[in-house]
């Protein structure tokens, strides 16, 4: 009896042992909600297109963007230097000269001719000056030692200047005047000839300056004047677009102020080479006025020497 008792309270303490490790499980199974199970449909409903979930999207790798505000500073550049290039382009000289005006257009290129004719007397001058003033100096070197007219004639020889012409016309009043006993009225006359001879020589070797005389005096004025020109169609193109904004302004008034530029650049040359050429002239000049001397002390000596051989003779 006692042996079934024992082994009925060894049983008891196992099956309590027992409960007590299934009771941690299944209370772990009771704190973890179960997923809520959606209604299966029956047969007879239809499921929507809408309701069958699509299946998750695989995520992508990302991918190394440029961003906007990278690529914007090099976009603003470039537009930059492109609308810089558009402005040089439209603010050149040739190009403000094709869209000047009618008028604009006629002053700039009479401007621009003046300036061809400045620098072509400047250089036919040059040339001219230097070889006459060469030449006359040669030819004063010759006669220096010349006793007679005559002498300082052969002297020269064949070559036609200006000395040779006041020498020539030395021995033609000269000969006109022989058995004239009055020596003062022969160099008077012959005075008289050689003042036309200096004055036809200074006319000559003036010839061109007085046009650039006038380039440099009007070419500013007429600059001006197409200036005030585009000026004005620039207020009368800004009446009609109703806007002061300076890409709209600037052309304009930048055409009207070429052909002052322009003016500037035809008078400035002129007047330098002007005043240059009358230096040299005056230069010249004098050298003439020693030729005019030289040529009436020999006709003097000439006089003198007729004058006194006809004493002579007289005497004996």
């Known amino acids: 009896m006692s042996t079934s008792r024992f082994r009925a309270i060894q049983g008891l303490i196992f099956a309590l042992s027992m409960l007590s490790m299934a009771q941690p499980s299944l209370a772990q199974q009771k704190m973890v909600p179960a997923p809520p199970q959606a209604p ?40 930059a230097l492109k609308s810089t290039t558009v402005a040089l382009r439209e603010l050149s000289p040739w190009s403000m000269f094709l869209s000047a005006d009618v008028l604009v257009k006629a002053v700039m ?78 160099k008077e006359r012959a005075a008289s000839s050689f003042a036309e001879i200096v004055r036809a020589e200074a006319r000559r070797i003036r010839l061109g300056m007085g046009l650039l005389a006038t ?22 193109g800004i009446s009609k677009s109703q806007t002061t904004n300076l890409a709209v302004v600037a052309p304009g008034i930048a055409e009207a102020l070429l052909a002052t530029a322009m003016g500037l650049v035809a008078a400035i040359p002129a007047v330098i080479i002007y005043n240059h050429f009358a230096r040299l002239t005056k230069g010249y000049l004098e050298q003439v006025g020693r030729s005019s001397g030289a040529a009436a002390r020999l006709l003097s000596r000439d006089l003198d020497r007729t004058h006194g051989s006809t004493h002579s003779r007289a005497a004996e």
């Open 215 to 236: 380039i440099g005096a009007t070419s500013p004025f007429v600059g001006l004047f197409g200036t005030v020109w585009g000026i004005m169609n620039s207020f009368i």
């Open 109 to 186: 290129i009479g401007l621009a001719f003046a300036s061809l004719v400045t620098w072509t007397i400047f250089f036919a001058k040059m040339i001219e000056l230097s070889l006459v003033q060469r030449s006359l100096r040669a030819a004063l070197g010759k006669i220096s030692d010349a006793r007679s007219l005559a002498d300082a004639q052969f002297a020269l020889g064949a070559k036609e200047s200006v000395l040779s012409l006041l020498l020539a016309a030395a021995m033609r009043e000269a000969r006109l005047s022989a058995g004239i006993s009055s020596d003062a009225g022969i």
């Open 40 to 79: 299966l449909p029956s047969p007879s409903q239809s499921v929507p297109a809408q309701a069958v979930a699509p299946p998750p999207a695989v995520a992508q790798p990302a991918q190394p963007a440029v961003s906007d505000a990278a690529a914007a500073p090099a976009d603003n550049a470039g537009r």
